[in-house]
């Protein structure tokens, strides 16, 4: 088969790979029909995921049909549309029995907080991942869902993380009727965070980034207050005053620590912008709230050298709430949005490319060309 591989920081291409197999009885075969590429990707290619090994095939948001599966599924059959989680989870561990799917026990022996996560290195367990034209799929009666043969696949396809992490994003912010929320970064899952804080009684949401053109998607697209923070001498300020200098109810950090940056930025945090491996948005959140607030946080954290400014966050009496996201533990309440008409997961795609084009569709997200925010992947594509 085709699939990704990653080569080293800043390189990836397509290779020839053997086919997956069936390795366990209750695995599946999936052909991918689409998959996409996520802001968290960008984590790996930019080589700041410790154990990210040549060759390992990334892509966590995947859709497609079952090709094969083992003896033991009973859920699924050869020829069935399946939408597919990025948590890779068991359905019966400690954490699982609670809804806690990315923090299942069972499904990776490298760590101790992280589940499994297809594509993410061998820190998250090792799973090749999607961007691929077939991919193998652990615990295929817990994990895979039929998609609904109304929802459109792009839409599908989007649900497997990006979707599903913005509205849990919103979820942990524990919005009550009339709050404000303020939304640091305007990628794919903070538009959806933002969408979503509408959907739970926001009063207004605010949203902050400094490219243009995600910007006017949040406009339009999540009907949110934008700011530029290059505009301002201190961004934190400005959000002080907009809100009576008392800050904002809610703050939900969808940046993470920024897939970019150099090293020396990495280690001194010495450009004070949002940069990679530094909590720069989430200092921005606990400055920028009111006392007694709630940040919500499901950016992608790894390893930083820069301080979080917790002690500021306990005089502030704030409470942070924070996880990957347990994906399917939102699905239902999602596809109800999504057929009611409330989400429209697909408004947010701008480039769709062939899988043999993929490491031009990383150049082009990693650097923000042409107005990319979300890239799906065709594996199958002529």
Request: aromatic share 8%; proline share 5%.
């Amino acid at each position: 088969m085709r699939a990704m591989a990653y080569r080293g920081p800043y390189k990836v291409r397509v290779e020839n790979k053997d086919m997956p197999r069936i390795e366990h009885p209750n695995d599946a075969i999936i052909k991918v029909t689409m998959a996409s590429i996520c802001g968290s990707d960008l984590h790996l290619y930019h080589g700041l995921m410790p154990d990210t090994r040549v060759g390992h095939t990334l892509g966590h948001e995947f859709i497609g049909v079952v090709h094969e599966v083992g003896p033991s599924v009973q859920t699924l059959k050869p020829g069935d549309r399946v939408m597919v989680p990025f948590n890779i989870f068991c359905g019966s561990c400690f954490y699982c029995a609670r809804g806690l799917y990315s923090n299942c026990h069972n499904v990776n022996a490298n760590a101790t907080a992280a589940g499994g996560i297809y594509g993410y290195s061998h820190t998250c367990g090792g799973y090749d991942g999607g961007q691929a034209q077939f991919v193998r799929v652990p615990f295929a009666d817990v994990g895979p869902s039929l998609i609904p043969d109304w929802m459109a696949e792009e839409d599908a396809l989007l649900l497997t993380d990006a979707v599903a992490t913005g509205y849990f994003g919103a979820q942990l912010g524990d919005i009550v009727e009339g709050d404000t929320v303020v939304v640091f970064g305007a990628g794919p899952i903070g538009l959806f965070a933002a969408q979503s804080s509408w959907l739970m009684g926001a009063g207004r949401v605010i949203v902050v980034d400094h490219l243009d053109d995600r910007l006017e998607k949040a406009r339009t697209m999540a009907h949110a207050e934008t700011y530029n923070f290059n505009e301002y001498d201190d961004i934190v300020v400005h959000l002080k005053k907009i809100t009576d200098h008392y800050g904002a109810d809610v703050a939900i950090d969808a940046v993470g620590a920024e897939a970019d940056g150099n090293f020396l930025q990495h280690v001194t945090s010495a450009k004070l912008k949002l940069q990679g491996g530094s909590p720069i948005a989430l200092n921005w959140a606990i400055d920028s709230v009111r006392k007694g607030a709630t940040i919500s946080v499901m950016g992608a954290y790894g390893p930083m050298f820069s301080a979080v400014k917790f002690g500021d966050a306990l005089n502030k009496g704030l409470t942070l709430r924070m996880n990957q996201c347990p994906v399917k533990r939102q699905w239902p309440r999602l596809f109800e949005h999504v057929r009611n008409g409330h989400l429209t997961p697909s408004e947010i795609i701008t480039h769709r490319i062939p899988l043999e084009h993929i490491a031009e569709g990383y150049h082009i997200f990693s650097s923000k060309l042409d107005g990319c925010i979300k890239t799906v992947v065709l594996p199958h594509a002529d």
